[in-house]
């Protein structure tokens, strides 16, 4: 059981907390060809996916929630992809769909999760969904409706006092042969639930965008877009669009490698509580395939200040959009006049809204 459950996780060194498996590659899919009667939500794609052959499990992901936004800072619409809208209020859902069809599959009954925050909610309400039996290891800092909406579902929650690597240290600790890690951000499986969002997208606008701007905690949303966009391109949908990824200033390890060009473990990095809490992640494990996917598109990834983000989050809810705070990190970066001018002509602009503010009655960003 021990060998099943770790042969999507690489280990670096004895004794070392594993890291993300090389991702399974995608084959060219044209998301504007879907057949009539085509699943929605990130098994509509599952062609892209030939190493995901199990039987699929969904709680009704949609996979093209979009609108427009006009707000008075933009200057211009964009278009929004509202993955805030999923099972369980965020993008993981696209990720936990895909992974707990593979656990079940694979015959797993118990599982571990050392993921903060959306992650942690999303991969428990597909546990339980699953029939998996499903311990959380979780900061103790963090916010308690998070800590009740993971035990909602039936989860054990563990609390570790320190952050992120003192808790995946005590979740990989419990591993045993019958208990296998199943931590979204670790398998490859969460980065083809991302690529989905670009098929997503792409079948909505019947296009490639100009732009698509995400945010960045581990890396694995920007990663599994970049991913996406290439199978479509592959398929001869268009050029690539341009990829920026958006963090908080107040942890910014990946955009702190990309202006001082450095890799990502040579690169300073601290973090301080922040308006952005699903994202303040020092050590993001897709943090390096992140970097090399915004290059590979032409963009770039960039870090916004609290007071800027906190405008974005208060405009969004007075148009009627109650995200997380992380959720607005790239309608954030769209409001700088810079930023503005410098994308104007670059086609449709898409952002993503990755998170909701409310979860099951539970106020995720209180206050707002």
Same mark, same amino acid.
């Given at each position: ?190 980065? #083809? =639930?991302? /690529? ?5 997208? *792409?079948?909505?606008?019947? &296009?490639?965008? @100009?732009?698509? $701007? %995400? ?113 607005? #990190? =790239?309608? /954030? ?5 810079? *930023?503005?001018?410098?994308? &104007?002509?670059? @086609?449709?602009? $898409? %952002? ?17």
């Amino acid at each position: 059981m021990v060998e099943r459950a770790t042969l999507l996780l690489s280990r670096r060194g004895r004794g070392a907390i594993p890291q993300l498996a090389p991702i399974p590659p995608l084959v060219p899919l044209d998301p504007r060809c879907m057949a009539p009667g085509t699943p929605i939500g990130p098994w509509r794609y599952a062609d892209a996916f030939p190493a995901l052959d199990v039987p699929p499990m969904s709680l009704g992901e949609d996979s093209t929630a979009f609108e427009s936004l006009t707000m008075p800072s933009l200057p211009r619409r964009i278009r929004l992809l509202r993955d805030d809208l999923q099972p369980s209020g965020s993008w993981k859902d696209r990720g936990s769909a895909l992974l707990v069809s593979a656990l079940r599959a694979a015959g797993h009954t118990r599982i571990l999760d050392d993921s903060p925050a959306n992650a942690a909610f999303s991969l428990a309400l597909y546990a339980q969904e699953a029939g998996l039996a499903l311990t959380s290891f979780l900061s103790a800092s963090t916010r308690d409706a998070v800590k009740t909406l993971v035990r909602s579902t039936g989860a054990r929650v563990i609390e570790v006092p320190g952050a992120g690597r003192e808790v995946a240290a005590a979740a990989f600790r419990a591993m045993r042969d019958d208990v296998v890690m199943a931590a979204p951000a670790r398998h490859p499986h969460h980065v #083809l =639930g991302a /690529a989905s969002a670009a098929f997503s997208i *792409v079948e909505t606008l019947g &296009a490639m965008p @100009g732009v698509v $701007v %995400a945010p960045v905690g581990q890396g694995s949303l920007l990663t599994g877009l970049q991913r996406g966009f290439l199978s479509a391109a592959a398929a001869g949908v268009g050029p690539l669009p341009i990829l920026i990824g958006v963090q908080s200033n107040r942890c910014c390890p990946v955009a702190s490698a990309w202006a001082e060009q450095r890799a990502l473990r040579d690169a300073p990095s601290s973090c301080r509580d922040g308006l952005a809490e699903a994202v303040l992640i020092e050590r993001p494990v897709c943090g390096e395939q992140a970097l090399a996917a915004a290059r590979a598109c032409g963009g770039a990834i960039v870090a916004v200040d609290d007071m800027v983000l906190d405008r974005a989050v208060r405009e969004l809810w007075l148009a009627g959009l109650a995200v997380e705070p992380a959720a607005a #990190l =790239g309608v /954030a970066f769209l409001m700088d006049h810079k *930023v503005q001018s410098t994308l &104007a002509q670059q @086609g449709e602009i $898409v %952002a993503l809204i990755t998170g909701h503010g409310m979860r099951q009655g539970l106020p995720i960003c209180p206050g707002l």
